[in-house]
């Protein structure tokens, strides 16, 4: 738990200790933005709908800040009930510390196996034969939110491709608008990057790169993708640097913007303020010729717990979340997709629908590249991508160096 140490002042001075009573349920999460709140809201009111048992809000701004603050909790003593995580490598130390609770026979009993779908997500939470934790959702990065209006006024046509959008970036920027918005977190930074890079390589050699660790491939290919990426740079904006995801969303909606390449949860921020896909903005899966959807999303893990009463309602919770109709109110409302295909589609736009059968195509499939790397590795990537976009003294073939140095001594 190398990490833990370094976060744990952090988390302190973020959150103090939070009692809970007997049938209460602590959650801690990062969704504060308006479609984060609006679907998180779902899941607070289905279980307060199930009996006594009540859920305890904790938003922390920030997934970083909020795992810091769940994994101090946790180890001083003072475990929330539950918590948000994404799926992948965040928790496999708490695993290995025993200090979840075991979900095996809520999900054998209810049959999980046999409705979570695809296979990576249940892999996320299904280790070694055992249930630690509840995926909730599936989200893709694969995605470009363009207003319909920024491109009209400008008189060009949605794009077709990456190209196709370089070559009218020109006309949009001279109709006054953002061609391309992007905010200044690093994890926004990289996670654009990676949907380029995806474009670029296709699925087996993204596979080769970030899984198999493939250092002469990364050395070939790399340096195409770092190219390409810089050349978004010349039609973003100044004020990227301090803009979060949301914020940079918002442009798009208000038609400030051009395109923002952001994950299917954007789609929250358009429900919110009543935008209608295919008439104010429109969802282009990524990439647009052969699109493909990388199965990220978010979980929730549910830490030991020594009252029997906050354990009860703990699994009542995990049922709830993965309950057809509530995976279907929650997920319209954040914008993924839900995570069983046999819930009541009535109520999803188009967007979603367009994920959906994307995804029923396994080829189409794209691994989130958090199964494979330590939340080390990702971090030093997205420090390495935010620094050559910030700087443009750092060169092409010194971002594929220190790229390269990454997957050689990823862990």
């Known amino acids: ?42 899941f607070a009111r289905e279980f307060d709908a199930l009996g006594a048992d009540k859920w305890v809000d904790t938003a922390i701004a920030g997934g970083e800040n909020a795992r ?35 979900l095996t026979p809520l999900a054998e009993k209810e049959g999980w196996a046999d ?39 400008a008189g060009v046509e949605l794009p ?18 953002i061609p391309f918005a992007i905010g200044g977190e690093s994890w926004q930074i990289n996670g654009a990057f990676g949907v380029i890079q995806t474009a670029m390589l296709g699925l087996g050699d993204r596979e080769k790169i970030l899984e198999a660790k493939d250092i002469d491939l990364a050395k070939a290919e790399m340096p195409a993708v770092f190219t390409k990426f810089r050349e978004f740079k010349k039609f973003s904006d ?54 493909t959807v990388s199965t990220g999303g978010d979980i929730f893990l549910f830490p030991k717990q020594s009252d029997p009463e906050v354990e009860a309602a703990q699994l009542k919770m995990a049922s709830m979340m993965v309950n057809p109709q509530v995976q279907a109110l929650f997920n319209n409302a954040k914008g993924s997709m839900p995570i069983r295909d046999d819930v009541d589609m009535s109520l999803a736009d188009d967007c979603m629908k367009k994920g959906l059968e994307i995804i029923k195509n396994p080829a189409n ?24 976009w910030a700087d443009d003294s750092v060169t092409v073939d010194d971002a594929v160096a220190s790229y390269v140095n990454i997957l050689q001594t990823a862990d």
């Open 115 to 153: 409705f979570i779908r695809p296979a990576s997500i249940s892999e996320a939470c299904l280790v070694d034969g055992h249930w630690w934790c509840v995926p909730v959702n599936i989200h893709s990065w694969n995605w470009a939110w363009a207003s319909i209006p920024a491109f009209e006024n």
């Open 1 to 42: 738990m190398k990490k833990f140490a370094v976060v744990a002042a952090m988390a302190t001075a973020l959150l103090g200790s939070t009692a809970v009573h007997a049938a209460d349920v602590e959650v801690i999460h990062w969704w504060t933005s308006g479609g984060e709140q609006a679907a998180v809201s779902v």
């Open 238 to 291: 100044e004020g990227s640097a301090n803009r979060n995801w949301n914020d940079t969303t918002n442009l798009v909606v208000t038609d400030q913007a051009a395109m923002q390449i952001m994950g299917d949860w954007a789609r929250g921020e358009f429900g919110v303020a009543g935008e209608v896909a295919g008439t104010d903005y429109a969802c282009l899966a990524l990439p647009i010729a052969s699109p």
């Open 68 to 102: 810091a603050a769940t994994l101090q909790r946790i180890l001083g003593g003072d475990a929330p009930g539950a918590a948000q995580f994404n799926p992948g490598r965040q928790y496999e130390e708490l695993i290995a510390g025993g200090l979840l609770l075991d």
């Open 365 to 388: 499939i794209a691994v989130d590249a958090s199964r494979w790397l330590s939340n080390d590795t990702t971090g030093q990537m997205n420090d390495l991508v935010a620094q050559f």
């Open 160 to 177: 077709t491709s990456f190209d196709d959008f370089l070559d009218k970036a020109p006309k949009l920027a001279e109709s006054g608008v």
